[in-house]
């Protein structure tokens, strides 16, 4: 099965940073990756697919990279709006597997 | 409005069973691949099981140990979760999600509902 690490699994950033999250598979998944931002007590939200395309209706701020088993998701400008976690996944067949999480705080 | 509602959590004691419902609607239900996602509480998200839009294949990762088992009924645009044999370690919210769209373009998880709680405890 492939597995999904993230890093950092935790981050403290001011308002205006650049932040960078980076997402790494044990074997290649081609551009099959998600990110999503989830708000306590909340469900999940979808931000990118295929590795690099925004959802409709999320910020331009964000956006994501990479290809096979490297992926980053970068805030360009972080938002007080966007602290909570966020979690890569992939979805190269199955068994689909998510990141551990990385919890983000907004200073 | 493209919705997914969990029914069918609640207090179960170790070594019983328990059958999640979720039901869909605003969308054409027949096209899309579903999953079931768990969030253990204060812990991450974990992929617990898979069918295809026409219920022929279901996937499931190795953790499930064969528990759980994941179905389908397209005229009642619904799916379900059986989880047998339940551990407190299965204590956490069961999420019913949208999945692969058939010929469409693979966006992950697109829609997700609003989760239901099961609590494993004696």
């Known amino acids: 099965d492939i597995q999904m690490t993230q890093s950092p699994s935790t981050l403290s950033a001011s308002v205006g940073d650049r932040v960078t999250i980076t997402c790494r598979a044990s074997?290649?998944?081609?551009?099959?990756l998600a990110w999503y931002q989830q708000k306590p007590g909340k469900a999940p939200k979808l931000l990118i697919y295929?590795?690099?395309t925004l959802e409709s209706g999320v910020p331009s701020r964000f956006s994501g990279s990479g290809s096979g088993a490297e992926f980053t998701l970068t805030i360009s400008s972080l938002q007080p709006t966007d602290g909570g976690s966020y979690y890569c996944?992939?979805?190269?067949?199955?068994?689909?597997?998510f990141g551990q999480g990385t919890k983000v705080e907004v200073k | 409005e493209v919705q997914l509602v969990e029914s069918g959590g609640g207090l179960v004691q170790p070594g019983g069973s328990l059958r999640l419902s979720c039901v869909a609607s605003g969308f054409i239900f027949n096209n899309y691949y579903m999953s079931w996602v768990r969030q253990t509480p204060g812990k991450g998200l974990e992929w617990v099981a898979k069918?295809?839009?026409?219920?022929?294949?279901?996937n499931y990762p190795d953790s499930a140990e064969g528990r759980f088992t994941i179905s389908r009924d397209n005229a009642k645009n619904s799916i379900y979760l059986q989880i047998d044999d339940l551990r407190v370690e299965d204590t956490a919210v069961y999420y019913c999600?949208?999945?692969?769209?058939?010929?469409?373009?693979?966006?992950?998880?697109?829609?997700w509902g609003q989760g239901t709680m099961v609590t494993v405890s004696s």
């Open positions: 996944q992939h979805y190269y067949g199955a068994p689909r597997a």
């Open positions: 295929k590795a690099s």
């Open positions: 069918i295809t839009h026409d219920g022929t294949e279901e």
């Open positions: 074997q290649s998944v081609n551009s099959w």
């Open positions: 999600t949208r999945d692969w769209l058939v010929a469409g373009a693979g966006r992950g998880i697109d829609i």
